[in-house]
């Protein structure tokens, strides 16, 4: 039940995970306008983390068909991507990804607007990714996990948006879903304490309306009940005893 402390060799893995996983968005994101399919995106991550030698930490996760996740308006988190599946102007698409690097996972996902969105659905997307920014200010060794949880909630409940609350962030290295569970909600408790060489996915998943979300009959696909649009943002970071330290965030 412990959360694992990287070596510095593990640590390298892991910020070359990351880097790689950092450009694949960045050219994923280049993709984005009306007219392509998430199965376009797909199939160019899917080249992308083959080209790089590492291979899908997503595809057969538990079955999961993808070699990413691409959730579109109302779709939190889980979306399957498709060739039915068309962007159009006005839609929003959360795209996850991560690769494995020598043995060692990457996980980030971004929130993007296709052609002109909705300012209240810009907003949703720069605030679920300010709140991340808000919740990495407590992650440093000393402080305590749940600090994170405390400070991305903060933030999120200045602007009366849903936090979902039946999926959180992780612990990730070896394996895509390590020790420890990262909720994105308030804790009364403060959790286990932070300690340099621990990397966690920290990924806020909220929603225009309320939180609460439904299953869709591809028993993978995350909906808000409410079918309000929803928002991701996801970074692996490493706890250092300063800042910490984004890994799948770089220049
Ligand atoms: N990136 C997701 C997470 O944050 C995991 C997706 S697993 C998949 O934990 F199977 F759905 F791809
Ligand atoms: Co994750």
Request: glycine letters at 8%.
């Amino acid at each position: 039940m412990a959360i694992s402390i990287k070596s510095q060799r593990e640590i390298e893995l892991m910020r070359e995970s990351n880097r790689l996983l950092c450009e694949m968005h960045n050219e994923l994101a280049k993709m984005i306008k009306p007219g392509i399919t998430t199965m376009d995106l797909d199939k160019a991550a899917a080249a992308f983390i083959k080209d790089c030698g590492c291979v899908s930490n997503f595809l057969n996760y538990e079955g999961y068909p993808g070699n990413i996740c691409t959730s579109v308006n109302e779709q939190v988190v889980h979306g399957i991507p498709s060739d039915k599946t068309v962007l159009k102007e006005g839609d929003i698409i959360s795209i996850d990804a991560g690769m494995i690097y020598k043995g060692y996972h990457s996980d980030a996902a971004r929130t993007y607007g296709v052609g002109k969105i909705a300012p209240e659905v810009q907003q949703l997307i720069d605030e679920t990714r300010n709140s991340f920014f808000e919740g990495i200010k407590m992650a440093k060794a000393g402080n305590h996990l749940f600090d994170i949880s405390n400070a991305i909630a903060d933030h999120i409940d200045k602007f009366g948006y849903g936090i979902v609350r039946d999926l959180v962030g992780h612990g990730v290295g070896t394996s895509l879903h390590e020790e420890p569970q990262i909720p994105n909600f308030h804790m009364t408790r403060r959790g286990p304490r932070l300690q340099a060489g621990m990397t966690l996915a920290i990924e806020p998943m909220i929603a225009l309306g309320r939180g609460d979300v439904d299953w869709l009959d591809d028993d993978w696909t995350v909906v808000t009940e409410d079918r309000s649009p929803a928002a991701h943002y996801e970074n692996t970071i490493l706890i250092t005893d300063g800042e910490p330290e984004i890994l799948s965030l770089v220049d």
